[in-house]
């Protein structure tokens, strides 16, 4: 079973849609939970980051972590074109710790 | 905002040379990472770095690789014999200390072509 899990997409949606972004985990250790964004041929942009179970709230985007399920999700409220990109979930036991990333999943948001 | 810069944008590099890739990590973070993303792959981890030393490397990161902080700004990762199957994006991160989560912000990257 692979540490982190996600499905690679495409997933295309029109202009408004929200849009449910999801991984699951294996490794009970990861306690730090992290949402990035890479552009074609650009690093990772941090998007969201939580600690534990909950959601955290910040604009259009939504991060919710489920650790009993091992499971965490990004909801963008009315998505916009500008959101086409690759998210990617990352984890980790501990601040200063190794990420462990999703493979990501590409999203396409037509007008 | 601060930023994570990388040089060079993208460097090619016969197989079996040494190339040195560079990072300007943010000014006030005192903690350094390299992963690499080869093509279609996920971001893996390589090493992490923290007062002149290694804190965790992955099994990647083998006696090939090796990092340095030469002054107080730049942040090195050399590979002393390149092989084909390092070609990929290398990507710099630093974090800041504190209390709680200091999440790693990351560089657009080195694109590393082995010939």
């Known amino acids: 079973q692979k540490e982190v899990e996600q499905d690679p997409g495409p997933l295309s949606v029109p202009e408004g849609a929200i849009v449910s972004l999801n991984c699951t985990y294996s490794?009970?250790?990861?306690?730090?939970f992290m949402w990035y964004r890479q552009y074609s041929r650009k690093g990772p942009e941090l998007l969201m980051y939580t600690y534990s179970s909950g959601n955290k709230e910040d604009g259009r985007f939504t991060a919710q972590v489920d650790k009993s399920s091992k499971y965490i999700s990004l909801f963008i409220r009315d998505s916009q074109p500008s959101d086409s990109a690759t998210y990617l979930c990352?984890?980790?036991?501990?601040?200063?710790?190794?990420?462990?990333f999703g493979t990501g999943t590409k999203l396409q948001v037509i007008p | 905002e601060p930023e994570v810069t990388q040089t060079p944008s993208h460097q090619v590099t016969q197989m079996g040379q040494e190339v040195i890739l560079r990072c300007v990590p943010i000014s006030n973070h005192l903690y350094f990472y390299w992963y690499r993303q080869i093509l279609g792959q996920k971001v893996e981890f390589l090493v992490s770095f923290y007062n002149n030393e290694i804190s965790e490397k992955s099994e990647i990161f083998d006696d090939q690789f090796s990092v340095e902080r030469p002054d107080g700004s730049n942040f090195t990762l050399k590979i002393r014999s390149t092989k084909l199957e390092d070609s990929a994006m290398y990507f710099c991160a630093s974090s800041d200390t504190g209390q709680g989560i200091q999440p790693q912000h990351f560089g657009d990257g080195t694109r590393l072509s082995i010939l």
């Open positions: 990352a984890m980790t036991p501990g601040g200063y710790q190794k990420v462990t």
């Open positions: 490794n009970s250790a990861f306690q730090y």
